[in-house]
């Protein structure tokens, strides 16, 4: 239940409810409002079901909140680098306030949610106390994992009502992303290698939230609480104990990671709608100019909050290599329901002022072998596959890259024709469309090869990841050599 989330979706800026600036200072204006009832504003009102759900657990949690365990003390910042002297101004979008100019470092692979798996996070050797006690505290709230999220977020609400304001107004969607990726944390405190990289990733990608080194004790503090209240049969001091030290590790880690990233980089970039290409109906190429120099690798991806859902972050994978302009695209699809994703398709228009998140993601070339690519995607997973392969050109190196494009019918291969202009002019590049209705991705896949001397990366929706991974561990390329972006993040991403 409690997955890897590296987000917790919450970012804070104070705008009016329709999304232009409101007496506490609002950032953005949208060029021309949404249309359509789906695109209505979602309020805080008494009528909302998260809100309702919110005062039935409230009611609760009145009687405990004075038992509820304290959680350590802020932990300071610790000594960070010398800020390094600031830059020159990127290009500039017209409308919000101008944020603080940084020197922005090089680009470099980040370790995100997906590393963080059982199988990846086992430690050798004999497992810590603390550990053995938090993975029991796990195994007992199991069961109960929706009660223990809506009894810490209104434990955190009720003692902490200015934390609510950090999130949407609608939380039924990511209401438990903060949790699940603290839990996740916790469940695999011993792993420091992965977790460190982890941890550091979450705390700098906090910072577009308004995470401040002060919320910390407060998040920590009903953790304690929601934990103390539904793990009751395995709680006792003990136990408190070792999930109070956790949780100072975890934050301590994470308030380090954000205090070193200030020095260097922006909490988050505006980025100005320049181009709006509606390829299908469903499907846009949307492409933005950020305020500032926007540093990021080819197949990493983003976070994304459009002015119609203010703090309603989405992630976006770049469908290109860095560029010389400094223009940054996205393939978008409108899927039912998906607020961010609509919006982009079909109310987004050049001069739209977007908010962007650093960039992050693992997925990324290895330059420094000549093995070849093996790529898969499926979809809209064509854009960072495509970003791919422009890298790999741009470093001039002739390695075989073999490109398999999956789609459901031929109307969905939108980018075929970009794909195969590729390929006329890299003859070490091949592109194979598949479609659904004729043969299946892996399937295919099977088909080729061999792939010992590959690298594999897919990019698409969660089912084709799930199976394309299944196929390539069975025709035996080893699971480090398999890349691809997190599937719970992908199922987030509408």
């Known amino acids: ?57 409230a009611a ?45 470092p090089p680009p470099q692979a980040q370790s995100t949610a997906p590393p963080i798996s059982v199988q990846q996070a086992k430690p050798e050797g004999k497992v810590s106390a603390d550990a053995l006690l938090v993975q029991r505290t796990m ?66 990608g906090h910072r577009k939230y308004g995470t401040q080194a002060e919320h910390y004790p407060a998040v920590g503090e009903c953790l304690i609480g929601s934990l103390s209240r539904y793990a009751s049969a395995t709680w006792n001091e003990e136990t408190e104990a070792a999930w109070v030290r956790t949780y100072t590790t975890i934050s301590q880690i994470m308030i380090d990671a954000a205090a070193e990233d200030e020095l260097r980089a922006p909490a988050w970039w505006f980025a100005e709608v320049v181009s709006h290409d509606l390829r299908t109906p469903d499907i846009a190429v949307v492409t933005v100019r950020p305020d500032q120099p926007y540093p990021f690798l080819a197949g990493q991806y983003t976070s994304l909050e459009t002015p119609w859902w203010p703090r309603v972050w989405r992630h976006y994978s770049f469908a290109s290599a860095p560029r010389p302009d400094g223009l940054l695209s996205f393939h978008v699809k409108a899927v039912p329901a998906g607020w961010v994703s609509n919006a982009l398709v079909h109310h987004a228009r050049p001069g739209d002022i977007l908010r962007l998140g650093p960039a992050t993601g693992s997925m990324t070339v290895d330059h420094t072998t000549d093995s070849g690519l093996l790529c898969l995607g499926g979809g809209t997973g064509i854009a960072p596959i495509k970003a791919l392969v422009e890298d790999v050109a741009e470093h001039g190196r002739r390695r075989p890259v073999e490109v398999f494009y999956g789609a459901r019918t031929d109307h969905d291969l939108y980018d075929i024709d970009t794909m195969l202009r590729l390929q006329q002019s890299h003859p070490w590049l091949a592109v194979r469309p598949i479609v659904d209705q004729r043969a299946q991705l892996p399937d295919a896949v099977r088909e080729y090869g061999p792939w010992n001397e590959y690298d594999a990366y897919l990019s698409g929706p969660p089912g084709m990841i799930r199976n394309g991974v299944d196929a390539l561990r069975d025709i035996g390329i080893p699971e480090g050599r398999i890349r691809h972006d997190s599937v719970e993040e992908l199922v987030a991403s509408d």
């Open 1 to 57: 239940m409690f997955e890897a989330r590296h987000n917790m979706d919450a970012p804070t800026t104070t705008s009016a409810d329709d999304g232009t600036p409101g007496e506490g200072g609002g950032w953005f204006t949208p060029r021309k409002p949404p249309k359509g009832p789906e695109d209505e504003r979602i309020t805080t009102s008494p009528e909302a079901p998260e809100n309702r759900e919110a005062r039935e657990v």
């Open 60 to 104: 609760a949690v009145a009687p405990d909140i004075r038992r509820a365990s304290q959680a350590p003390t802020a932990p300071e910042p610790r000594e960070a680098p010398q800020a390094p002297e600031p830059q020159a101004p990127g290009p500039q979008a017209p409308g919000p306030p101008q944020a603080a100019q940084h020197r922005v």
């Open 139 to 204: 195994a007992e709230i199991e069961p109960v994992a929706d009660k223990v999220t809506s009894y810490f977020y209104a434990l955190l609400f009720t003692r902490h009502p200015d934390l609510r304001a950090l999130f949407p107004a609608a939380m039924d969607t990511q209401r438990d992303r903060i949790l699940k990726a603290l839990l996740t944390a916790a469940e695999h405190i011993d792993h420091t290698d992965v977790l460190v990289a982890y941890l550091k990733n979450l705390g700098r």
